[in-house]
């Protein structure tokens, strides 16, 4: 894993002021259930073994949870006050069965379990989302699966409530959008409610929640690979035969005008602008093209779409490919992430930028590794370049770097941190 530092944690340590400022997009998920159940792929795991709680103080607090691409969000869950306060009627359910099918967008095992709040009815538990930019306003899905018969739970977020029944349930959720973060912290509160419409047991099962904040400045796509295999959703294809290497940078299929993932034009660029090895061997003239191979991840926690992560763009043999977006607005900043997948043995791919490098290991990744760039700024001109190669460590992997896709974010109302001209931020590497 690498440790990233963002703007604000730099400038605050440093001992300058920082005006509050909306966040990049990002998502968390959040599995509440067993411990003998966890949930991989990036997603924060509130989990215990199952029983009660005794006391509120028993809950698997969750800190600094990862988001969706791996990194740091410094967000929290607790569980903050129960009704009765001995909390005998609160823990994690025995249950272990995914729903058939599973439409919840959760994967199986953070849809198979839950964590439970036991009548009498009237019972509540808040739980609270703490450490989150004042600045950002949230989204918040909760879902929860039960095969049993169970009366709805109600779920009460910003004095709106919202009732989800659990029984069978192989895809509601209920939703919370635009939800405001007041110092930081958001409540929860979950209630076991009647139905006098029903004669189920009154127990409210939460199985896992999903969390976004909802600012993000203009997003860019990227799908690198073979040119019978390009993604839709309005993603940038920079697509060719397949296993074919570049006789010459010109040969490289270069973008303009770049849609966002909204699918509107802009007046952004991106090409391929030099390789440093013009002959390498067994890679032909230029060591960089279209790799032959695809196959998607399973499973797909990238966050790309399957034809995104399935084929890739290679740099060979110890070659390095240089690339550059145009046209970006230099008083922004921008997150850019990198991802590359491949069944194959090859070693650490490497992403270069401002002399900051970053990397991820493309063997098996399903999505757990990526290089991450939090807050990169421009050049005057408008340009961000960057710099593509595979690590060369002793041993017998391929020497191949495999770049299957990017995701580049405008950082909405940047911290000043820009116009101290920082350009990209601290990224520790592993070595």
Do not use: H
């Amino acid at each position: 894993m690498t440790l990233r530092y963002s703007t604000l944690a730099l400038l605050t340590a440093a001992g300058l002021g920082v005006s509050a400022a909306a966040s990049a997009q990002q998502t968390v998920l959040i599995d509440l259930g067993r411990d003998d159940n966890p949930t991989a792929g990036n997603y924060n795991n509130a989990a215990a073994a199952a029983a009660n709680f005794d006391t509120v103080a028993d809950f698997p607090t969750l800190a600094n949870m990862v988001n969706t691409a791996g990194g740091n969000t410094g967000w929290g869950l607790d569980l903050v006050d129960a009704i009765p306060q001995t909390v005998t009627g609160l823990g994690i359910a025995g249950f272990n069965t995914a729903p058939a099918p599973n439409d919840s967008t959760f994967l199986n095992s953070a849809a198979a379990d839950s964590l439970f709040l036991a009548p009498p009815i009237g019972n509540v538990a808040t739980f609270q989302l703490s450490d989150l930019n004042p600045a950002d306003t949230y989204s918040l899905s909760m879902y929860g699966f039960i095969t049993a018969g169970r009366e709805p739970m109600q779920f009460t977020v910003g004095g709106t409530s919202l009732q989800l029944d659990p029984q069978d349930n192989t895809f509601m959720t209920v939703d919370f959008s635009g939800v405001a973060a007041a110092g930081g912290t958001i409540d929860i509160d979950l209630e076991v409610i009647d139905d006098p419409g029903t004669t189920e047991f009154a127990q409210a099962q939460w199985g896992a929640m999903r969390v976004t904040n909802d600012n993000t400045g203009q997003q860019f796509l990227f799908d690198f690979g073979r040119d019978d295999n390009q993604s839709g959703s309005n993603y940038n294809n920079i697509a060719g035969p397949s296993g074919v290497s570049f006789a010459e940078v010109s040969d490289f299929p270069s973008l303009t005008d770049l849609i966002d993932s909204t699918g509107a034009a802009s007046s952004v660029d991106f090409a391929l602008t030099g390789v440093s090895d013009p002959i390498s061997a067994g890679g032909g003239p230029i060591g960089t093209g279209i790799a032959g191979f695809n196959t998607a991840p399973s499973p797909n926690d990238s966050g790309f779409d399957d034809s995104a992560a399935a084929d890739s763009l290679f740099v060979n043999r110890g070659a390095e490919a240089f690339f550059e977006l145009t046209g970006l607005d230099p008083s922004k900043v921008y997150d850019l992430e990198f991802y590359g997948f491949i069944t194959a043995g090859r070693p650490e791919t490497l992403i270069t930028i401002d002399g900051v490098t970053d990397g991820f290991l493309p063997t098996n990744n399903t999505g757990s590794d990526k290089a991450a760039f939090l807050g990169v700024a421009p050049d005057a001109s408008g340009v961000i370049a960057f710099k593509v190669a595979a690590d060369v460590p002793p041993g017998t992997e391929f020497r191949q770097a495999q770049l299957g896709a990017i995701k580049i974010t405008e950082v909405p109302e940047p911290a000043s941190a820009a116009l101290l001209g920082l350009g990209v931020l601290a990224v520790l590497r592993r070595r």
